[in-house]
């Protein structure tokens, strides 16, 4: 009897250290049970230290790797990360229009956390007209929040102005808002969720004082398209509504927990000032002692010898 296994999209960029883009989001897809694939909008030389170079990923291959993906595999759910060009979000934009994405979360990445741009000064208002009203979910944190409503609008800093920014980019058309507050100054952190249909939540966690949250953004939003992943494969043609999605957000954030203290004491640069090392994506993985580093494979005693 043949299976298929909750099928998940990623389209952004590369970090070859590890943390972050499409690496965090394939190890996060796959801690969270789902077959991750992807579509590389650029290749980025980043590490701990942050970013150093961005190549863009020209958008015909782009097109190819979409048509590759998206007429080969049903996709249950897709997130989009880096898109970096106003061509790409459009491109996007096409994509899900024409095709079948699942249930969308669009994480609006505009900044790293270095301060390197990741997005064209010029692609900010087509995120803003185009590619939010065609997302199941947007996940911003407080600066992109404010870029998004205008470059005059400050961050959020309190519970109510966070609330007040989320009910605002729903007015703008996002289906639904996951406004997260991790950049606030201090005190446990407070993430807000708003939906169009009414849906009004806020999720608490105790803030992990750490350097190492390099790539929390994308480690959320695709356990969350994760999430989403599993339950619509568990009930194809079910409609995500405001419980499956305060459900799906809630486990992607005690996750994110989780592998934000499990990699807190991490030391993983050869020069750890100023570093900002990953979080531990395979915190839920069991590791067999038998497989602990230095430790011998058991091997069946069935298979022939080598």
């Known amino acids: 009897m043949s299976k298929t296994p909750p099928i998940t999209l990623s389209i952004a960029g590369t970090d070859p250290s590890g943390g972050a883009g499409i690496h965090a989001d394939l190890k996060t897809f796959t801690a969270r049970g789902t077959l991750g694939t992807t579509v590389i909008t650029a290749l980025v030389a980043q590490n701990t230290h942050g970013v150093s170079r961005v190549y863009p990923v020209p958008a015909d291959f782009v097109l190819d790797q979409f048509s590759s993906v998206l007429g080969d595999l049903p996709i249950d759910a897709t997130k989009s990360g880096m ?5 790409l979000v459009e491109l996007v934009v096409a994509q899900r229009r024409i095709s079948d994405f699942g249930f969308y979360t669009v994480d609006p990445v505009m900044v790293a956390t270095s301060g390197h ?29 404010a870029l998004l409503l205008g470059d005059d609008v400050a961050e959020a800093q309190t519970v109510p102005a966070m609330q007040e920014q989320a009910l605002e980019l729903v007015r703008r058309g996002a289906r639904a808002v996951l406004l997260k507050g991790g950049h606030a100054a201090s005190g446990a952190v407070t993430d807000v969720l708003v939906t169009a249909t009414g849906l009004r939540e806020l999720f608490h ?19 969350i398209t994760a999430e989403i992943a599993v339950a619509r494969h568990a009930q194809p043609g079910a409609v995500v509504d405001d419980a499956t999605l305060q459900r799906a957000v809630g486990e992607a954030l005690n996750y994110l927990a989780r592998a934000i203290a499990s990699a807190a004491a991490w030391r993983i640069s050869l020069d750890s000032a100023g570093a900002h090392g990953p979080v531990d994506h395979q915190v839920d993985i069991v590791r067999a002692e038998s497989t602990a580093p230095g430790a011998a494979l058991p091997r069946d005693p069935a298979s022939p010898a080598l």
Not at 83 to 87: A, F, I, K, Y
Not at 214 to 220: A, F, I, P, Q
């Open 205 to 223: 966690h105790p803030r992990v004082h750490t350097p190492n949250t390099h790539g929390t953004g994308c480690t959320l939003s695709a356990a």
């Open 83 to 87: 898109l970096g060009s106003r061509e």
């Open 117 to 145: 741009r990741l997005l064209d000064v010029d692609a900010v208002e087509s995120v803003r007209r185009d590619l939010l009203p065609v997302a199941d979910l947007i996940t911003p944190n407080l600066p992109e929040a």
